[in-house]
């Protein structure tokens, strides 16, 4: 993947690469070519100085052979003679295929032709003249010196030719050491061009593999900065979730207090009044004590509604009996106002004062959740101690959602979570569709010391 992302961002990189390697390919397949043509040249010139070769000495067997039955009268001289004749024959046919071709060799051949014919003409007719009795016309031409000087030519030209031979061979062969030179300085040259290219290569590689790491530098100090950032603005957030907590009970508590005092006493003092007022009005009129009775009940309703507004601003069963006991009665009041089956598994467990508020507020808000969109039969509260935490669950069997999306209102849950961190706890939402919703949330545990 590397060398393909340099080949991309360097196209003459890639260029450079299949230029040489088409440069390497001709000058080899070049090479080889011209190399074979000039070896199969050679081999043929190796078997036409061969057939020339066999061409004299075949003569000079058709010649002996001739004389050794002139002189034995034995036939068996007769076979190397008919031998040497077969051999001349197919020379010629392998000397005239090959030098019909080549004008100057061409005629060399011709007059070894010339040679050849009169030579075995003469042989001929030496038979023949014995063969018919006249021995002494035979012996009359064995006697001249035309053979010798017929044999003589044949050998000067065999020689001549060989020697034109020789100098092809030679010419092919120096031809064939400036193919095999150019072609090893070809690859000679392509081989430095090549380790050029891989030098460049190299350095390439190296200046990206730095420019890389100092890349990944960079990108690990602004993440442990991004880090370090996150982590200050949630400690941040976290102070500040636990201040407006902090803030919102205070407020609860003071808007509790001044309902409880101001509002209560009003209300109090007010039916006071019209019990007086309707003592005093025993025998009065039916209407006026019809009127003063409703009013009565009146103010009795807006005394239990204060009363259930300074309970939810804050829970006095809290603060007068404990979490387990507040609990039990927060979850007594929803099964009453609900059709909904509530069971409590409820331990005593130690917690500071405010993450026991944090408790009572998650499974009141988890409570108003599943009111609204659980659709839930049975809800399990549990609140126990397990390895030195504190844990609060709030389960259901109801619709659940996909935790993979955001569900529709999910300010409730980041609140939970925002509660229980600043607490120093954690929490835990695990949900599918179709089995219900459990929040579980752990807090740190209060020592007995500083309890």
């Known amino acids: 993947m590397k060398t393909l992302s340099i080949f991309q961002r360097n196209p003459w990189v890639m260029g450079l690469a299949l230029a040489a390697a088409a440069a390497v390919v001709f000058i080899s397949e070049a090479s080889y070519w011209r190399s074979a043509g000039t070896l199969r040249e050679l081999s043929d010139m190796g078997a036409a100085r061969t057939q020339i070769q066999v061409l004299e000495r075949s003569v000079l067997d058709a010649e002996t052979g001739q004389r050794g039955y002139l002189l034995t009268r034995r036939k068996e001289y007769l076979e190397p003679y008919a031998q040497a004749l077969q051999r001349i024959d197919e020379a010629y046919r392998v000397l005239d295929a090959y030098y019909g071709a080549d004008p100057e060799s061409q005629a060399l051949l011709q007059r070894l032709h010339t040679l050849t014919e009169t030579k075995l003409s003469e042989l001929a007719l030496t038979l023949q003249l014995f063969e018919e009795g006249r021995s002494k016309a035979g012996q009359e031409i064995l006697m001249t010196d035309i053979g010798r000087e017929k044999m003589d030519a044949i050998r000067a030209t065999s020689a001549e030719l060989l020697e034109y031979q020789t100098r092809a061979v030679s010419a092919s062969r120096t031809e064939l050491d400036h193919t095999l030179a150019l072609g090893r300085f070809g690859v000679a040259l392509l081989s430095a061009i090549s380790l050029l290219a891989l030098f460049f290569y190299l350095r390439q590689s190296q200046a990206l593999k730095l420019q890389q790491l100092e890349l990944q530098r960079v990108v690990q100090l602004e993440r442990d900065r ?43 003092s007010a039916k006071l009044d019209a019990a007086r007022i309707k003592s005093r009005l025993a025998n009065g009129a039916p209407e006026a004590l019809e009127l003063l009775a409703h009013l009565v009940g009146t103010l009795n309703s807006g005394i239990a509604l204060g009363r259930s507004i300074i309970e939810d601003l804050r829970p006095s069963s809290l603060s007068n009996l404990g979490l387990v006991p507040a609990l039990e009665i927060l979850a007594h009041e929803y099964a009453a106002q609900s059709d909904v089956a509530v069971h409590c598994e409820l331990e005593p467990v130690q917690l500071r004062p405010a993450a026991e508020l944090v408790v009572y507020r998650l499974v009141q808000e988890a409570i108003t959740n599943i009111t609204k969109y659980a659709q839930a039969r049975n809800v399990w509260i549990e609140l126990c101690t397990r390895t030195g935490q504190v844990e609060v669950s709030v389960r259901d069997d109801g619709v659940g959602f996909d935790t993979s999306t955001k569900p529709s209102s999910a300010y409730g849950l980041v609140g939970m979570r925002f509660r229980v961190g600043a607490e120093g706890g954690s929490l835990h939402l695990q949900s599918r569709a179709g089995q219900g919703t459990q929040i579980l949330a752990r807090l740190p545990q209060q020592s007995a010391t500083t309890h």
Request: hydrophobic fraction near 35%.
């Open 226 to 268: 991004l880090e370090v950032e996150v982590t200050n603005r949630t400690a941040e957030l976290i102070e500040l979730a636990q201040h407006l907590q902090t803030a919102r009970e205070d407020e609860r508590q003071r808007l509790a207090r001044n309902l409880h005092d101001e509002l209560g006493s009003l209300l109090t």
